[in-house]
Every structure is written in structure tokens, then in C-alpha cells.
């Protein structure tokens, strides 16, 4: 490796870096969203899933990610990733709410 392709090997991998550290604060303030989201679906009796909201995301998300020449099933497993854990804390907050 010459000394030029490994001083843009270090530059894009410290933009990698940024970028995760950049996901993983989005992944946060996304998640204090569902959190209250959970909250207030909780104390409506609402259920902690909402099927046809998630076929809307999907849809919007894989169009997103064609758009962006990003593999759209790529994009849909993550999503499905992150929803299922956003129901799981969903089902959390309604029982901590049916307990109390």
C-alpha cells in the first residue's frame, strides 16, 4: 500500500467512525421517541404494535433507500431489526402501566 492510499484509508475510516457514532445518537433520540410513543399508546390501551403503521415504514424506507442506491432489503431488515425492538419495550411500558 502506498503512502497516499493508506492516508485515505485512515481519512475514510475515521469518517466511518463519525458516521457510527453518528447512528448511534440518531438511534437514541429515535428511541426516546418510541419510548413516549410506548408511554401514551400504554395509557390509551392501545397495543404495543401498530401492523399497518410498520407496511407504511417499510414501504417509505425501501423507496428511501432505492433512492439513495442502498439495497432496499438491507434497509427493510434493519428497520425490522429496530421495530421489533421498539415493540418489545412497547409491551414493557404497557405492562409496567397495567401494574401500576
Known sequence: MTEDEAAELQSLR???????AALVHLLAER???????G???ATAGMPPADPERERAQIARL????EESHLDPAFAEA?????VAEVIHHHERIAEDV???
Open 78 to 82: 434493519f428497520l425490522a431489526f429496530i
Open 62 to 65: 425501501r423507496a428511501l433507500a
Open 14 to 20: 475515521s469518517s466511518i467512525d463519525n458516521i457510527d
Open 31 to 37: 428511541f426516546k421517541c418510541t419510548q413516549r410513543v
Open 98 to 100: 397495567a401494574g401500576a
Open 39 to 41: 408511554h401514551l399508546k
